[in-house]
């Protein structure tokens, strides 16, 4: 096992006193609107999405809205977002499946999520957990990076491994709360280039710290 229990409890308190309110930053009010933030905010970040979801969720509000436009209105109105041709056209298989297998409802197992249209293992995380308050640890760029750096993961896990032991180290209960801390964590403090190590509280015990310090 790359860290001990031990070694992951005092991570989990640091990281809980760093950021004891982290939460989902793509802004929605039903689990509709989460799935379909959360399908846009792949390859895009969750600002812009925001953004776009400010006026989308004005206009879209039932499976049934994303269907009575054209494709190209609904391309139009994502415009802004990253591989924003594809995700309209898994959006729209979406709703159709939620409206012709789940009578227009976000379903709340893993497996019915992972058969929508764009939904991959990470989204169907985040929205048990968010939309739902069913205990899992969504890995995303930050939570594999943040995970690897701190040696909770060997740098040759996949992302399905690195969740793996994230379970095993983690008390069930706090999951959720974990994956969100682990995201502020890699987004406001141990960024991709510009990690903050030399103020990091947790620099004493990781690899990738130690390695930085010696080399800058
Ligand atoms: Fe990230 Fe640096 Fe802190 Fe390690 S010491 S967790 S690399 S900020």
Request: with cysteine; proline share 6%; charged share 30%.
């Amino acid at each position: 096992m790359p860290v001990s229990k031990k070694r992951m409890a005092y991570i989990l308190q640091t990281l809980q006193s760093m950021f004891p309110d982290a939460k989902c930053e793509l802004n929605h009010s039903n689990p509709f609107e989460l799935i379909i933030a959360v399908v846009l905010s792949a390859q895009c970040t969750d600002k812009k999405v925001n953004e776009v979801t400010k006026h989308l969720f004005q206009k879209y509000k039932t499976p049934e809205d994303y269907l009575n436009v054209p494709l190209e209105e609904l391309e139009n109105d994502l415009k802004q977002i990253g591989l924003f041709r594809n995700k309209a056209k898994n959006i729209r298989k979406l709703c159709e499946t939620l409206i012709t297998q789940y009578e227009g409802e976000v379903p709340k197992t893993r497996e019915e999520l992972e058969s929508l249209a764009g939904v991959g293992r990470k989204t169907a995380n985040v929205v048990m957990s968010v939309a739902f308050g069913i205990p899992a640890i969504a890995v995303d760029t930050h939570v594999e990076r943040v995970s690897k750096r701190l040696g909770i993961a060997r740098p040759s896990d996949s992302v399905l491994e690195v969740e793996k032991t994230l379970q095993r180290l983690v008390p069930k209960e706090e999951w959720t709360n974990t994956h969100h801390r682990l995201i502020f964590f890699g987004r406001y403090h141990c960024t991709a280039r510009n990690p903050k190590c030399p103020e990091c509280p947790l620099l004493d015990l990781c690899p990738e710290g130690k390695k930085r310090m010696k080399t800058h």
